[in-house]
């Protein structure tokens, strides 16, 4: 035991004097193999152990102390990734045609700078134009139809005669302009307005033919009851003298002073002359019932004529009004065969080449870039992260004809944010998102590179921050939440 003690200090001592020994001049062996026979603590004196492990050690606990640390403490940006592409802030223009038909001259090329309202296309004209101009003569003779029947309730409501309208056909001030004066419409016209002039004569022709008819027979009518009344009272006076005579042949009969067939001879006449009145009073009241309903058919003459009249010329209204609309849907058809620039720009996917080339209703002819518009990204952004986008946010767009390792990013700001999802292809249903750019170029290779609409790019969208732990703890969390189910 104490020779077991005894090893131990020994070896003890001679570690400390070899620890001393460090810091004084080593004495050189002559080999390495001499130092692996020496005894194990003379050996590590004279070799000591490298400290590069021990430092590797310790680094290493310093990193894990640290990750852990940065772990609990330290935060990192969430980012949402939106893929979108470069569109003009003003979009381009599509150009398409309203309905089908075929192409008559191509005006432009592909490429080629335009002034807004420029022609770009013509279509064939021939079948709106025809539509036009048959619904502008049916309009010119609707509204000359018009103001003939406005002409004729006027003549019977103000009891006036054709002769004795002034310019009956004439347009009245405040109803809608008859077509532009040109080289076809003037003979056209002039004719609807001589034929409307005749049925205006005609038709007031005729209503006061028939009511001077019922006039004239009314008049006459009056005249028999003026001739029937002054012999109504003629006959009344007669009749009170032929029965004050009765009275006095009576008397004179009651007492014997006169013969009873002289009697009897002036009853008869008065009872006859009382028949004749009864009759001539039957007679006048024949007349004045004529009379009366000799008025009430001039009444109803006058009051079915401006109703017939009245529904002619609002059928005739509804048709100016009807007519007026499908003038104008003429008009725009025609007007479409000529498709201009909606805005100066450039002349960009022209898919016609060829005249006389059928195109359909809606299809894409070409599309307008608009000239001098700023740029913009049309984004789409994914479901899960709809509620973390807003407007005013900033973003960095990352262009994918310039890696952004080399060549960066451009600066922007989200303007808008739809509230409504859109099915796109490949990516289900998604929101869009418009953002602004800082700056519509990039550094490229020593040359400022214009950036250009189509370009895909990468929105990048900094919705908030997150614990580096949670990264960690997250799918653990997931995974506690969801196990351990039945479906």
């Known amino acids: 035991m104490l020779k077991r003690l005894w090893s131990r200090a020994e070896a003890f001592a001679g570690f400390l004097r070899a620890r001393i020994d460090r810091f004084r001049p080593v004495r050189a062996r002559s080999s390495a193999a001499e130092i692996d026979f020496l005894p194990a603590v003379e050996e590590l004196v004279e070799r000591p152990v490298s400290p590069l492990g021990r430092a590797i050690l310790a680094a290493i606990l310093i990193l894990i102390v640290a990750a852990v640390v940065w772990a609990f403490l330290g935060k990192l940006d969430v980012h949402a990734s939106l893929s979108g592409r470069i569109v003009p802030a003003g979009r381009v223009k599509v150009v398409e045609p309203l309905e089908r038909n075929t192409v008559r001259a191509i005006r432009v090329r592909e490429g080629e700078p335009v002034a807004a309202g420029q022609v770009l296309i013509e279509l064939d004209p021939t079948e709106p134009a025809a539509d036009h101009a048959r619904l502008r003569r049916e309009l010119a003779a609707t509204r000359v139809e018009v103001r003939r029947l406005r002409a004729a309730i006027g003549a019977v409501r103000n ?15 405040g109803t809608p302009a008859g077509d532009a004066p040109g080289r076809e419409a003037v003979p056209v016209e002039s004719h609807l307005l001589a034929v409307h002039t005749e ?24 005249a028999e009851l003026t001739r029937l009344r002054a012999a109504l009272e003629e006959r009344r006076e007669l009749n009170r003298v032929v029965a004050r005579r009765a009275g006095m042949f009576e008397a004179l009969y009651l007492r014997d002073l006169e013969s009873e067939a002289r009697y009897l001879q002036a009853v008869g006449e008065r009872n006859r002359e009382r028949i004749a009145l009864r009759s001539d009073e039957e007679q006048v009241q024949v007349v004045q019932e004529r009379v009366a309903i000799l008025r009430a058919r001039r009444r ?110 451009v600066e922007g700001e989200v303007l808008d944010v739809a509230n409504d999802a859109v099915e ?16 519509d170029r990039l550094w490229v290779d020593g040359r400022d590179q214009p950036l250009v609409p189509g370009m895909a790019v990468r929105v990048e969208v900094r919705t908030g921050e997150r614990r580096t732990i949670e990264y960690l703890l997250t799918p653990l969390l997931r995974y506690r939440d969801e196990a351990l189910r039945e479906r």
Do not use: M
């Open 424 to 439: 796109r292809e490949g990516a289900g249903l998604v929101f869009p998102v418009r953002v602004s750019l800082a700056s």
């Open 159 to 173: 009891g006036r005669r054709f002769e004795e309208l002034e310019s009956p056909l004439r347009e009245r001030p």
């Open 199 to 222: 049925l205006l004569h005609r038709t007031l022709a005729a209503y006061w033919g028939e009511d001077e008819a019922l006039a004239s027979e009314r008049r006459q009518s009056e």
């Open 300 to 409: 109803t003459l006058r009051e079915s004529a401006l109703r017939d009249l009245t529904r002619e010329f609002s059928d005739a209204e509804r048709r100016r009004d009807a007519l007026v609309q499908e003038r104008a849907k003429a008009l725009r058809r025609e007007r479409h065969t000529r498709i201009a620039a909606p805005v100066a720009g450039t002349v960009r996917q022209l898919a016609v080449h060829t005249e006389g080339e059928v195109v359909e209703a809606g299809q894409r002819l070409l599309v307008v870039v608009p000239e001098d518009a700023g740029l913009e990204v049309e984004a789409w952004t994914l479901n899960k992260d709809r509620g973390f986008v807003s407007p005013g946010q900033p973003v960095r767009v990352k262009v994918e004809s310039f890696p952004f390792t080399r060549y960066g990013a």
